[in-house]
């Protein structure tokens, strides 16, 4: 009690008026008022919050864009949904920061003079004082930008003009509102310097007036930070004042309770009892805060009781405000003191209302944050696990697939050169057999031509259509022998080889992706394979040329002919020669194109032995033979003559006739004996030696053609098979170019989400150090 007393005395002893003087300067320019702290956190934590509203918004923005993902399936709808919740609940928080203000009310009974120490602080007459019940309903005054003044009904937007207090006084009679009902009244800024640090003052009706105590403490107390109780001096506190503050103990934790006993002003007309009243009623008021309420320590409470009178403050501003010193005019006795005791109260208020919006506002605020920063970090790991466990499935899936591809690479190239060494050796294979069968064939031909029964008849015309049929014949027989010997084997010689290929080559062929395309590959046609043997008989033996004339086997142009074929069995070496080019001729082609043997032998190669000139070398040819040729060069007139005289003379006349009659009878046997059937044996004879010697120069190049269509067919089954192998391997590439597109997206995501856990920490730091700095330090 001394200490308070020695207080408001030693600061007027030191300081005196310019002390005043300095706190209006401060006041006005509001530098280093303890609202600052107010004022700077709020700036502080809207600018945080901005951050956060950024950083929700991006995060929200790239989990919904992960959510439009649906391969990959990381983000359900749920957690979609709580991150948009988190920007929801951020504008919230930014709204009622924006709202987020000083909130200080007046309680007190009627005509304490609650509404003048509000005007006092304010320096103005902004809310109508008289005496009695003046204030019917609760006031807020609170800044606004600008330079009109307006006030607000509750409920509506109407701005209603207030251009003085009185006109704000008359309205408020006028429209007789409820007394829980609040007016607003907007005052602009730049006119109080408490308005502009966003302290919003609220007068009540006196609450010795009010039965609805509660509707009160809820609709207008719960978010004040501090409340003033406004005591008239010259009487002492009332039970409905206690009250009503026992009620707001109630609802609110430690509420910020300031008492002032205001009138002290009246005490100066009795200064023998002016300190025994002072310390009774500071007793009382001590008492009730800490041992009543409960709201603070006896030091704290000493702190919050002051002696004022706010008429008296509020007329020294207005004259300060016109110029004149604040203690013009007629003042009571202390008027320094009083002065000086509300500007303290107004320090202590500010410094108390600013800490306590402080921390009751921004707290809250900054813990919401921290939680939802936090909420939001934990979310993004959850997802940022999620994201690495499928990034390593796909990195498990991109290591197989690349294996594969790999192997198949290998294995295609090992196959590729097995089968087609295994094509290879079966067309050689092949050649060879068609080769033998071939040969076998043309051996046993005079079978075939023999079992050929068509009427035989020497007429030019149904010789030539005997030679066509035969040819046809002869061509067809020799077709179906070597099917039957060779096709059926064949057949399944190159099944088995492409079942084998096909084996091998869809083995490298992923099973899901053959599906049933094995069967097709082999059945590209839809007839088995079946070999072809162009012979064309028709074409080889076109230059066949028959000889039916009758021809003694013992005269003497047969025994020449004999002799002579002889020596064309020694001239089959040129021919062969000739033949063995066009056999080569035929091997080159092969590879390319089955070659049509009739094409070659359209103009064939007379292999028949050459009479003229042949046989004129006279060292070659007995006496003999030289006398028979000259017979015959001679019409055999004189040449019979000399050899029938030679033989006369040798060996006689009766062995002569013996002879000659033997001879004759063989002669007239033969002649007897070439009849039409002997004439087709000649015929088939001559034929089977033409033909066999013109099919016997085809063999390689029809055992070439057969083998070429054999490699025709491999090769297409192994093409079609590299191609089904091909087709998988570049779907195996464009997979693992999937899978690679999948990895950069998912690591660009990991990265991206590395990046918001970064930034979720930094607000949370930014919120802890906004902490540290505004509410711990309090
Ligand atoms: N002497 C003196 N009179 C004062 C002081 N403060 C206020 N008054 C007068 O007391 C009367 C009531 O003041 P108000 O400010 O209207 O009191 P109030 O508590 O707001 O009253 P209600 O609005 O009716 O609840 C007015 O006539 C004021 O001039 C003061 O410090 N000293």
């Given at each position: 009690?001394?200490?308070?007393?020695?207080r408001g005395?030693?600061m007027?002893?030191g300081?005196g008026?310019?002390?005043?003087?300095?706190?209006?300067?401060?006041?006005?320019?509001?530098?280093?008022?303890?609202?600052?702290?107010?004022?700077?956190?709020?700036?502080?934590?809207n600018?945080?919050f901005?951050?956060?509203?950024?950083?929700?918004?991006?995060?929200?923005?790239?989990?919904?864009?992960?959510?439009?993902?649906?391969?990959?399936?990381?983000?359900d709808?749920?957690e979609?949904?709580?991150?948009r919740?988190?920007?929801?609940?951020?504008?919230?928080i930014?709204?009622?920061?924006?709202?987020?203000?000083?909130?200080?009310?007046f309680?007190?009974r009627?005509s304490?003079?609650?509404?003048?120490?509000?005007?006092?602080?304010?320096?103005?007459?902004?809310?109508?004082s008289?005496?009695?019940?003046?204030?019917?309903?609760?006031?807020?005054?609170?800044?606004?930008?600008?330079?009109?003044?307006?006030?607000?009904?509750?409920?509506?937007?109407e701005?209603?003009?207030?251009t003085?207090?009185?006109?704000?006084?008359?309205?408020?009679?006028?429209?007789?509102?409820?007394?829980?009902?609040?007016?607003r009244?907007?005052?602009?800024?730049?006119?109080?310097?408490l308005?502009?640090?966003?302290?919003?003052?609220?007068?009540?009706?006196?609450?010795?007036?009010?039965?609805?105590?509660?509707d009160?403490?809820?609709?207008?107390?719960?978010?004040?930070?501090?409340?003033v109780?406004?005591?008239?001096?010259?009487?002492?506190?009332?039970?409905?004042?206690?009250?009503?503050?026992?009620?707001?103990?109630?609802?609110?934790?430690?509420?910020?309770?300031?008492?002032?006993?205001?009138?002290?002003?009246?005490?100066?007309?009795?200064?023998?009892?002016?300190?025994?009243?002072?310390a009774?009623?500071q007793?009382?008021?001590?008492?009730f805060?800490?041992?009543?309420?409960?709201?603070?320590?006896?030091?704290?409470?000493e702190?919050?009781?002051?002696?004022?009178?706010?008429?008296?403050?509020?007329?020294g501003?207005?004259?300060?405000?016109?110029?004149?010193?604040?203690?013009?005019?007629?003042l009571?006795?202390?008027?320094?003191?009083?002065?000086?005791?509300?500007?303290?109260?107004?320090?202590k208020?500010e410094?108390?209302?600013?800490?306590?919006?402080?921390?009751?506002?921004?707290?809250?605020?900054?813990?919401?944050?921290?939680?939802?920063?936090?909420?939001?970090r934990?979310?993004?790991?959850?997802?940022?696990?999620?994201?690495?466990d499928?990034?390593?499935?796909k990195?498990?899936?991109?290591?197989?697939?690349?294996?594969?591809?790999?192997?198949t690479?290998?294995?295609?190239?090992?196959v590729?050169?097995?089968?087609?060494?295994?094509?290879h050796?079966?067309?050689?294979?092949?050649?060879?057999?068609v080769?033998?069968a071939?040969?076998?064939e043309?051996?046993?031909?005079n079978?075939?031509?023999?079992?050929?029964?068509?009427?035989?008849?020497?007429d030019?015309l149904?010789?030539?259509?005997?030679?066509?049929?035969?040819?046809?014949?002869?061509?067809?027989?020799?077709?179906?022998?070597?099917?039957?010997?060779?096709?059926?084997?064949?057949?399944?010689?190159?099944?088995?080889?492409?079942?084998?290929?096909?084996?091998r080559?869809?083995?490298?062929?992923?099973?899901?992706?053959?599906?049933?395309?094995?069967?097709?590959?082999?059945?590209?046609?839809?007839?088995?394979?079946?070999?072809l043997y162009?012979?064309?008989?028709?074409?080889?033996?076109?230059?066949?040329?028959e000889?039916?004339?009758?021809?003694?086997?013992?005269?003497?142009?047969?025994?020449i002919?004999?002799?002579?074929?002889?020596?064309?069995?020694?001239?089959?070496?040129?021919?062969g020669?000739?033949?063995?080019?066009?056999?080569?001729?035929?091997?080159?082609?092969?590879?390319?194109?089955?070659?049509?043997?009739?094409?070659?032998?359209?103009?064939?190669?007379?292999?028949?032995?050459?009479?003229?000139?042949?046989?004129t070398?006279?060292e070659?040819?007995?006496?003999?033979?030289?006398?028979?040729?000259?017979?015959?060069?001679?019409?055999?007139?004189?040449?019979?003559?000399?050899?029938?005289?030679?033989?006369?003379?040798?060996?006689?006349w009766?062995?002569?006739?013996?002879?000659g009659?033997?001879y004759?009878?063989?002669?007239?046997?033969?002649?007897l004996?070439?009849?039409?059937?002997?004439?087709?044996?000649?015929?088939?004879?001559?034929?089977?030696?033409?033909?066999?010697?013109?099919?016997?120069?085809?063999?390689?190049?029809?055992?070439?053609?057969c083998?070429?269509?054999?490699?025709?067919?491999?090769?297409?089954?192994f093409?079609?098979?590299?191609?089904?192998?091909?087709?998988?391997?570049?779907?195996?590439?464009?997979?693992?170019k999937?899978?690679?597109?999948?990895?950069?997206?998912?690591?660009a995501?990991?990265?991206?989400?590395?990046?918001?856990?970064?930034?979720?920490?930094?607000?949370?730091?930014?919120?802890?150090?906004?902490?540290?700095?505004?509410?711990?330090?309090?």
């Amino acid at each position: 009690m001394a200490a308070y007393l020695n207080r408001g005395m030693s600061m007027i002893a030191g300081n005196g008026y310019e002390s005043v003087m300095d706190s209006n300067s401060r006041q006005l320019h509001n530098v280093n008022s303890p609202l600052q702290i107010f004022v700077k956190a709020k700036k502080n934590i809207n600018d945080i919050f901005g951050d956060i509203s950024d950083y929700v918004v991006e995060t929200t923005n790239f989990i919904e864009g992960l959510a439009a993902d649906s391969q990959a399936d990381i983000v359900d709808k749920a957690e979609t949904e709580t991150f948009r919740s988190f920007v929801l609940k951020i504008n919230n928080i930014r709204e009622v920061l924006a709202r987020d203000h000083m909130k200080v009310a007046f309680f007190g009974r009627t005509s304490n003079g609650k509404s003048s120490v509000i005007n006092a602080m304010l320096r103005d007459r902004i809310l109508p004082s008289g005496i009695g019940h003046t204030t019917n309903c609760f006031c807020q005054v609170e800044g606004v930008d600008g330079h009109d003044a307006y006030l607000m009904r509750e409920g509506s937007e109407e701005k209603l003009n207030v251009t003085s207090v009185k006109q704000l006084a008359n309205a408020l009679c006028q429209e007789k509102l409820s007394e829980s009902s609040l007016v607003r009244i907007f005052w602009p800024r730049e006119r109080c310097s408490l308005l502009r640090d966003d302290v919003v003052f609220v007068d009540s009706p006196g609450v010795d007036v009010s039965q609805n105590l509660d509707d009160w403490i809820d609709n207008h107390c719960l978010n004040a930070d501090v409340f003033v109780l406004v005591l008239n001096a010259e009487s002492t506190m009332t039970l409905a004042e206690k009250s009503f503050f026992h009620e707001v103990s109630t609802k609110i934790s430690k509420p910020n309770i300031f008492i002032l006993n205001n009138r002290w002003d009246a005490s100066a007309s009795e200064p023998e009892f002016l300190e025994s009243v002072k310390a009774q009623h500071q007793e009382r008021c001590i008492d009730f805060l800490v041992k009543e309420l409960k709201v603070s320590t006896v030091k704290e409470a000493e702190e919050r009781v002051f002696f004022v009178s706010a008429r008296e403050t509020l007329n020294g501003r207005l004259q300060e405000q016109n110029g004149l010193p604040a203690h013009t005019g007629a003042l009571a006795e202390g008027f320094q003191a009083r002065y000086f005791e509300f500007q303290d109260f107004e320090r202590k208020f500010e410094e108390c209302i600013s800490k306590s919006a402080v921390k009751t506002k921004f707290e809250q605020h900054s813990s919401r944050g921290k939680t939802i920063s936090n909420d939001m970090r934990l979310m993004l790991d959850n997802i940022f696990e999620r994201i690495n466990d499928l990034r390593n499935k796909k990195l498990e899936q991109k290591k197989l697939l690349t294996d594969r591809i790999s192997a198949t690479e290998t294995q295609l190239m090992v196959v590729t050169r097995e089968m087609k060494m295994k094509i290879h050796n079966m067309v050689e294979e092949v050649e060879q057999k068609v080769s033998k069968a071939l040969n076998e064939e043309i051996w046993r031909l005079n079978v075939l031509v023999d079992e050929f029964n068509l009427p035989f008849h020497t007429d030019a015309l149904v010789l030539n259509v005997y030679k066509k049929e035969m040819n046809g014949y002869v061509e067809s027989g020799l077709g179906s022998n070597l099917r039957a010997r060779l096709s059926t084997a064949l057949a399944m010689n190159i099944e088995t080889a492409q079942r084998e290929m096909t084996d091998r080559m869809t083995a490298l062929v992923p099973k899901e992706k053959l599906k049933d395309q094995t069967n097709q590959i082999i059945t590209a046609r839809n007839q088995p394979f079946e070999m072809l043997y162009s012979l064309n008989c028709q074409n080889l033996c076109s230059d066949f040329q028959e000889d039916l004339e009758f021809r003694f086997s013992w005269g003497i142009t047969a025994l020449i002919q004999r002799f002579n074929a002889k020596k064309a069995a020694s001239k089959t070496g040129k021919s062969g020669v000739v033949a063995n080019q066009y056999r080569n001729n035929g091997n080159l082609n092969k590879s390319t194109q089955a070659v049509t043997p009739s094409a070659d032998l359209n103009s064939p190669i007379s292999l028949l032995p050459q009479f003229n000139g042949e046989f004129t070398t006279e060292e070659q040819l007995s006496l003999v033979s030289r006398i028979a040729a000259a017979s015959i060069g001679s019409q055999g007139t004189v040449g019979g003559l000399v050899i029938a005289g030679i033989l006369f003379k040798t060996i006689g006349w009766r062995v002569l006739f013996a002879v000659g009659g033997i001879y004759f009878s063989v002669y007239a046997y033969e002649r007897l004996s070439w009849t039409n059937k002997a004439k087709e044996r000649k015929f088939k004879e001559q034929y089977v030696k033409h033909a066999t010697r013109k099919l016997k120069l085809i063999v390689d190049l029809t055992s070439a053609n057969c083998s070429h269509q054999v490699q025709q067919e491999l090769s297409s089954t192994f093409a079609r098979l590299c191609r089904v192998v091909d087709c998988s391997q570049s779907e195996m590439n464009n997979e693992l170019k999937d899978i690679e597109a999948s990895l950069n997206v998912l690591e660009a995501n990991q990265k991206q989400i590395k990046l918001l856990r970064n930034k979720a920490s930094f607000i949370t730091n930014k919120l802890d150090t906004f902490e540290n700095n505004y509410i711990k330090s309090n």
